[in-house]
């Protein structure tokens, strides 16, 4: 069977979409890569770490990250590159940053395999997963600011990476 490769591209929530669909049954081709493995579990298994509004927090005790946060922190560890200039110092703590903020991904989503900074699902119109993740969640942001735990999060991501994935890596 041949498979075959859809790419919907347009503007959608600032970023840009695309959409994998596979061969006669419409199924998903996306693969989740290694490095995307990796962030999954983190997320299933350290909940505890979770925070809101913000990239990543860090204190002399310990460290707190939003999913998009905690995403960026395991993409350099994998490919074993110094996470320290990462974080910034802002009065005695310590903020995640990516470029000049501290809220979204803007320099690095697009080598992350994401849509957007705020990890955007690809979405076309006709997509109808408003029932599932609610009307009010259209981004990973949306999920970790809204009351979504990570291992629900990850849960999601697992089911749908096509709407949260460009690439796998």
């Given at each position: 069977?041949?498979?075959?490769?859809?790419?919907?591209?347009?503007?959608?929530y600032g970023g840009l979409?695309?959409?994998?669909?596979?061969?006669?049954?419409?199924?998903?081709?996306?693969?989740?890569?290694?490095?995307?493995?990796?962030?999954?579990?983190?997320?299933?298994?350290?909940?505890?770490?979770?925070?809101?509004?913000?990239?990543?927090?860090?204190?002399?005790?310990?460290?707190?990250?939003?999913?998009?946060?905690?995403?960026?922190?395991?993409?350099?560890?994998?490919?074993?590159?110094?996470?320290?200039?990462?974080w910034r110092s802002k009065?005695?703590?310590?903020?995640?940053?990516?470029?000049?903020?501290?809220?979204?991904?803007?320099?690095?989503?697009?080598?992350?395999?994401?849509?957007?900074?705020?990890?955007?699902?690809?979405?076309?119109?006709?997509?109808?997963?408003?029932?599932?993740?609610?009307?009010?969640?259209?981004?990973?942001?949306?999920?970790?600011?809204?009351?979504?735990?990570?291992?629900?999060?990850?849960?999601?991501?697992?089911?749908?990476?096509?709407?949260?994935?460009?690439?796998?890596?």
């Amino acid at each position: 069977m041949v498979e075959i490769l859809v790419w919907r591209v347009g503007l959608l929530y600032g970023g840009l979409f695309g959409i994998l669909v596979g061969s006669n049954k419409g199924e998903c081709i996306m693969k989740i890569g290694p490095i995307q493995e990796v962030w999954l579990q983190r997320l299933e298994n350290n909940p505890d770490i979770q925070m809101e509004s913000s990239l990543g927090y860090m204190d002399s005790m310990c460290y707190k990250a939003c999913c998009l946060g905690e995403y960026l922190l395991t993409y350099y560890r994998e490919n074993g590159w110094e996470i320290s200039q990462l974080w910034r110092s802002k009065e005695d703590d310590m903020y995640l940053v990516d470029g000049d903020t501290e809220e979204v991904l803007k320099t690095s989503y697009e080598k992350l395999g994401l849509f957007s900074s705020n990890g955007a699902f690809g979405l076309s119109d006709d997509d109808d997963d408003d029932d599932e993740v609610g009307s009010d969640v259209m981004s990973l942001s949306d999920m970790n600011d809204n009351g979504w735990t990570w291992p629900e999060i990850a849960a999601w991501v697992r089911k749908h990476p096509e709407l949260v994935f460009t690439k796998s890596l």
